[in-house]
Structure formats: C-alpha cells, structure tokens
C-alpha cells in the first residue's frame, strides 16, 4: 500500500537539533513539490516548509526561518528536514506530505494527497 513513512524525531533538549526523513514507498516524489506540516497538541496543522520538484527552491514559515532547512533526494525518494536551535514551541507531531499537483501554490495553502503518520518531535529541558 502506498504511504510515507518519517522518523527521526526524539525528545531533545533547547537548543538542540534533529534531523527528519520521509521515505515514500509507492508514492513517487519526483516531479512533486513537499512539504514538512506539524501540529502541536491542541492546536491545527501548522505548515512548517515547502520544497520545489528538483530542491532547488524551499519556502519557510516565519516561525522556523533560519533554524530548519527542507531538502530532498529524488534518487531515494526521500524529503528530509534538519531542525536547529529547537525550541519549546517547536514541540510537535511532524508530518510530511506530498503537495497535488493542481494545488495553489501559495506557501501555506497547499493541498495535499498524501501523508505520513508523523514522528514526535518533543524540545524539552
């Protein structure tokens, strides 16, 4: 059955990083912008970074800028996200998902046709 698979997460202290993986497995990433989405407890999907067919252009939310970097690598079918500097509020189920190819491309108003189950990522001292 086709479905995305992540990993990666941990519980790490403030300040720390992890790095994310997604591997596809009946579902082909390339030709296909991704995308990293999280959601914290309580609250709705928050869209963490987006990333072009070929990795050459990615897209941050304002909240992450300058700490995570989206990348990917069409030969393995796989998306990664490294997260640095973590912080408290970054604590989240991480999902990442491939973005239709008809969807608006407006950063943040993706739709998606597919999805990973997450992996949690939890900063905490």
């Known amino acids: 059955q086709a479905h995305l698979a992540e990993s990666g997460g941990g519980l790490v202290q403030p300040g720390g990083s992890l790095r994310l993986s997604c591997i596809g497995s009946g579902v082909s990433f390339s030709g296909f912008y991704m995308s990293w989405v999280r959601q914290a407890p309580g609250k709705g999907p928050e869209w963490v970074a987006s990333i072009d067919t070929s990795g050459a252009r990615a897209r941050y939310a304002v909240s992450v800028e300058g700490r995570f970097t989206i990348s990917r690598d069409n030969t393995l079918n796989t998306l990664y996200l490294q997260l640095n500097d973590l912080k408290p509020e970054d604590t989240a189920l991480y999902y990442c998902?491939?973005?239709?190819?008809?969807?608006?491309?407006?950063?943040?108003?993706?739709?998606?046709?597919?999805w990973g189950q997450g992996t949690q990522v939890t900063v905490s001292a």
């Open positions: 998902a491939r973005i239709r190819w008809d969807s608006d491309y407006t950063p943040g108003q993706y739709e998606y046709d597919y």
